[in-house]
């Protein structure tokens, strides 16, 4: 005998519907944020662990670049800069900058383990295989000398008479870009020092009435010395002008076009220009 079977009040079987309802929502709700979270999760690791890692060298030329304060402390300067705001652009190469000595880079390039030399001229890197960039900045060596009453740009032009100052081994247009010590000696009333601080620093303390520095070097000079651009008197035309760009190896993990893309877009947002106003003389 079939046990009768009671019917639910209509109110009742709505309600337990509803709970049903509500609970399969909820269930399906959590697996969707799930599945959402467990994806951005896999979507931030993918793009981390996809990104190209780039190493930029560059030797050790302030205010390009230079090693931290402290010892672990990562790099400072322009270059370090630079590649700072071409991380943010993008994600899928991370540029790892470091510094080392000029002849070293050569010998990494060569073994394929530095990827960009960074703010170089083509010019000077012999037979390696690299690509240059475009421009990132248009520079020069410039004559300097102490800023005294009567002195006029015409003073950088009698070459003979004046007492000159610069770092060995350079190469100057003033010399022909002879950079023979003894040649130099000879041809020049000139002294030989190791460094372009030198350079600045035989001027401000009269020992030389002419010397021939980076207009970056000054700059940075200037800057960190706090001293005031009028206190030399500063060639307006360059001994030597030269363009400093990025140089990239051949068949490595970035191509120049890669390189020129990431160049023209710091460019056009203006953050290109802002580093290389810090780093640049004012008109002279």
């Not at 304060?69 to 652009?89: C, E, L, R, S, T």
């Not at 002849?103 to 010019?123: P, T």
């Not at 690509?131 to 520079?139: A, G, L, Q, R």
């Not at 350079?170 to 000696?185: C, I, K, M, P, T």
Request: glycine content about 6%; aromatic content about 10%.
């Amino acid at each position: 005998m079939k046990k009768k079977m009671r019917k639910l009040p209509l109110a009742l079987t709505r309600l337990r519907f509803t709970r049903g309802l509500t609970f399969f929502i909820f269930v399906f709700s959590l697996g969707l944020a799930t599945k959402g979270w467990t994806e951005s999760r896999s979507d931030l690791h993918s793009n981390k662990t996809e990104a190209k890692h780039v190493l930029v060298a560059s030797d050790d030329w302030p205010p390009l670049l230079t090693e931290g304060a402290h010892a672990g402390d990562a790099p400072i300067g322009f270059i370090a800069d630079f590649f700072k705001a071409a991380n943010a652009i993008q994600n899928s190469i991370v540029f790892d900058v470091v510094v080392m000595p000029f002849k070293r880079i050569q010998r990494e390039v060569a073994h394929g383990n530095v990827d960009v030399v960074a703010m170089k001229n083509i010019a000077w890197m012999g037979d390696l295989a690299l690509t240059s960039s475009e421009p990132v900045i248009h520079s020069g060596d410039v004559y300097i000398a102490l800023a005294e009453s009567g002195r006029t740009q015409t003073f950088f032009q009698e070459k003979s008479e004046r007492q000159w100052v610069g770092v060995n081994g350079y190469h100057y247009g003033f010399a022909n870009f002879n950079s023979d010590a003894e040649y130099l000696r000879k041809k020049f009333n000139i002294q030989l020092v190791t460094n372009n601080f030198s350079v600045i620093r035989m001027i401000l303390k009269g020992r030389a009435e002419v010397g021939v520095v980076p207009e970056t070097v000054l700059t940075h000079f200037m800057e960190t010395k706090g001293i005031k651009q009028d206190a030399f008197l500063i060639g307006k035309a360059y001994d030597s002008e030269y363009t400093l760009s990025h140089l990239v190896r051949k068949n490595g993990p970035i191509s120049v076009d890669q390189m020129n893309d990431i160049i023209r877009q710091l460019r056009v947002s203006g953050e290109l220009n802002a580093l290389v106003d810090k780093i640049t003389l004012k008109p002279r």
